[in-house]
């Protein structure tokens, strides 16, 4: 049985196990299976694998994205340029694992963002600047979209929170929080921004998909903007990743 699996710390709450079991039940898809590996030291990483031939592809997630990377060996062009990699690619070459990296996040994030974009979404904000900010970077270069970063720290970002005015809000269209602030079970958080600039004109893009609808979105909403939620996201990398672990060499 060939093996795919995730690794982070922690990962009790994943959506990834859940996902690949039920497609491999619904597709008909057999001898695959697919299982978590909470790894709070990644140098014990190469332990898990490279012993056990049945290994054909892992996701990482926090906090491993980029420390990971040493023990790949090379990376697909995304994932050099963003420097963290949630997909690989193992292949088995004389009984000894060749690694590849990949960033679906950021196919995911460019594929459920085009539809929505309008002539006026040529500015963004974007809250936090983590790890998942990072293919929300790439994406909106990629786009020729310009941004600026807001952080709790001037040292973190092009702006903090409290440098935001209506104004700024105004002038920006897309609006992207890439940070934690509203997840479950803190559904009532939300980005301290002011959100009277918010218009009809607005696009606000949540990272979060848990709760479906964030205090974030749900006040964008309010105020006429169209709103996106980080879950299509998640399925399109989902899939991505499917492709990628199945592709020929």
């Known amino acids: 049985m060939k093996k795919l699996g995730l690794i982070g710390y922690p990962i009790a709450h994943s959506f990834s196990k859940k ?65 963290a990699v949630n997909c690989i690619q193992v292949r088995w070459q004389g009984g000894k694992p060749y690694l590849k990296g990949f960033n679906t996040d950021a196919f995911g994030f460019e594929q459920s963002l085009r539809p929505l974009l309008k002539p006026q979404h040529t500015t963004a904000l974007v809250f936090g600047n983590g790890g998942a900010a990072q293919s929300v970077f790439y994406v909106l270069q990629k786009l020729g979209i310009s941004f600026k970063t807001v952080s709790r720290s001037r040292n973190n970002g092009d702006l903090t929170y409290t440098d935001l005015t209506k104004e700024t809000i105004a002038s920006h269209k897309l609006l992207i929080n890439c940070s934690p602030v509203g997840t479950f079970p803190n559904v009532e958080d939300a980005p301290d921004i002011p959100y009277d600039g918010i218009s009809s004109a607005h696009l606000l893009y949540d990272l979060i998909y848990n709760p479906e609808e964030t205090t974030f979105l749900s006040r964008g909403k309010e105020r006429g903007a169209v709103i996106k939620n980080g879950y299509e996201m998640l399925l399109l990398q989902a899939e991505k990743n499917w492709e990628i672990w199945n592709q020929e060499d």
Not at 26 to 45: A, C, G, K, Q, V
Not at 47 to 66: M, Q, S
């Open 19 to 83: 996902f690949y079991l039920d497609k491999f039940e619904r597709e008909n898809i057999p001898d695959i299976h697919y299982d978590l590996y909470p790894i709070e030291d990644i140098s014990t990483f190469p332990a898990l694998y490279e012993r056990d031939l049945a290994f054909y592809g892992f996701n990482v997630t926090i906090p491993h994205k980029r420390n990971v990377m040493r023990f790949l060996n090379e990376f697909s062009p995304e994932a050099a340029e963003i420097n």
